[in-house]
């Protein structure tokens, strides 16, 4: 739908709205724009965002954000014209609605007239993959969506390829695992975007749709690292675009939390970052910096530009290594070292806590003890075999998460703990040793039905089992080689 331009400074000659607009679904806005600016890059120069009005009056600003297509021709890519402007959200509700197209230039301010269309749902259960939201709890170290519990399950990678091809194949690998998450660096060789100040490499940030795209199809949730540790100190730092050395604003890593002009710079490029993919509901969340504990009063202002630019995309982490009073009050996710004593951090913050998994052979014993030690995530390094991670995210689709879960160690050889539910309970033991017992808290006194099942395969290893306990269980280990769980469900009193 094209409509006529209101005479202004800058001038908007119509706008196409994408076709079958859905509820909390990706809708693309083409907006044809002529103007006069050096740097599309730069909203001091040019701007352009849409005030969009949604049923009940509902309404939100969106930033629009200049950018180049790029069309494939086997695994290259080629620039498809020479960039336009668009403006990318998706509707909160069905219905009607209207977005008022805004903006200026370096001569004055201009707008368009209102542009309408309709947004419809989703039959009930015929939701595509990925569909909604992940949001934290209220209140509780959980993840969300849609209003019910989400526990993500997946691989943690170290490094991205940069053909499409290659993009999918690993992505399609981490999804047959079984994983529905993936932890994915943006600052290796062809996915930096800011590789110089105010210029976003366009390849780049085609590759981020491209990977965010992809894992839409795919059912995966995507949580991406901005920066590297390695770009932030030593040597690194010298290469980095905002150190003196390259013509920024600051001469060491300090000067870049604490700079007027590094800040405002850094604000510019997440409102590039988050215009061009908070649309997408693959996009679970962003960790600012990897492998660095960036300064608590610097990660509230940066996670405030991010709030206020998206109401979805509100997973925002750091790194953090110490307990601190002063800490970061906006973020909503911790991101902490394996050797963090969880129970510390959940009883204090409420927060959920995503586990950065070190090297190891067996990813998948790693995401088992991720979870089992109270992390809200399941996570191991690198892609195990096809089907690993199944019986994984099986075990936390049957267990009642929205009853809240109290992780707790459990005596014996080796690594064993449980969770703890209202109407269940999981314990988990990397070595069983056969025919030994093991004694777990309770939760609710009462009788519970349940049954061991190898860890590996999902498959039951022992008979199901009746037993009436108070306070605590009273467990025989199985017979086997492998790592088994315990899964009861309390059926009386």
């Not at 200049?66 to 494939?72: A, I, N, R």
């Not at 025919?435 to 777990?440: C, D, E, Q, S």
Request: contains cysteine; charged residues 25%; hydrophobic residues 40%.
């Amino acid at each position: 739908m094209l409509l006529a331009v209101l005479a202004a400074s800058i001038a908007f000659h119509g706008a196409t709205v994408s076709d079958d607009p859905r509820y909390l679904s990706p809708v693309e806005i083409h907006v044809a724009v002529e103007g006069k600016w050096d740097n599309p890059f730069d909203p001091n120069e040019v701007s352009v965002w849409a005030r969009v009005v949604g049923t009940r009056d509902v309404a939100t600003d969106v930033p629009g954000f200049w950018m180049v297509s790029y069309e494939t021709a086997g695994d290259s890519l080629q620039p498809a014209g020479k960039g336009e402007w668009r403006i990318r959200f998706a509707p909160w509700n069905t219905g009607a609605y209207g977005v008022f197209v805004r903006g200026f230039d370096r001569e004055g301010p201009g707008e368009l007239e209102k542009v309408g269309f309709r947004v419809e749902g989703f039959e009930k259960g015929k939701e595509p993959l990925g569909f909604g939201y992940v949001i934290p709890s209220e209140n509780r170290p959980t993840f969300e969506v849609e209003q019910k519990p989400f526990v993500p399950v997946g691989c943690y990678l170290e490094d991205l390829p940069t053909k499409p091809s290659e993009i999918e194949a690993i992505l399609r690998k981490v999804a047959e695992t079984g994983s529905d998450f993936v932890s994915v660096p943006l600052y290796g060789m062809g996915w930096r975007l800011e590789r110089r100040l105010l210029d976003y490499d366009q390849e780049a940030a085609w590759r981020v749709d491209w990977l965010l795209e992809t894992a839409q199809r795919l059912g995966l949730r995507v949580f991406v690292r901005l920066e590297g540790g390695q770009d932030l100190n030593g040597a690194g730092w010298s290469r980095h675009p905002y150190a003196k050395e390259q013509n920024g604003p600051c001469a060491t890593l300090q000067d870049f939390w604490t700079s007027l002009p590094a800040r405002q710079l850094y604000k510019k490029f997440l409102r590039y970052f988050v215009a061009r993919n908070a649309w997408r509901s693959s996009l679970m969340g962003i960790q600012f910096f990897d492998g660095v504990a960036p300064p608590a009063y610097w990660l509230d202002e940066m996670s405030q530009v991010v709030y206020e630019l998206h109401p979805y995309l509100v997973v925002q982490a750091a790194l953090r290594t110490a307990d601190n009073d002063l800490d970061s009050k906006r973020l909503n996710t911790w991101v902490l070292p394996e050797s963090a004593v969880l129970s510390t951090w959940r009883n204090k913050t409420k927060k959920p806590i995503l586990l950065v998994p070190a090297q190891t052979d067996d990813p998948v014993a790693q995401a088992w003890r991720q979870l089992f030690a109270g992390a809200s995530a399941a996570v191991g390094y690198g892609v195990p075999s096809k089907g690993a991670l199944a019986p994984l995210r099986d075990l936390i689709s049957a267990l009642p998460w929205a009853e809240g879960a109290d992780a707790r160690k459990v005596e014996t050889d080796g690594f064993a703990a449980t969770l703890l539910f209202d109407s269940a309970m999981a314990v988990y033991v990397q070595s069983p040793k056969a025919g030994a017992m093991l004694t777990v808290p309770l939760r609710r006194s009462g009788t519970y039905e349940g049954v061991w099942r190898d860890c590996k395969t999902g498959a039951p290893i022992s008979e199901q089992t009746r037993s009436s306990w108070k306070d605590q269980a009273e467990i025989t280990m199985p017979e086997t080689g492998s790592p088994a769980v315990f899964v009861a469900k309390r059926t009386g009193r």
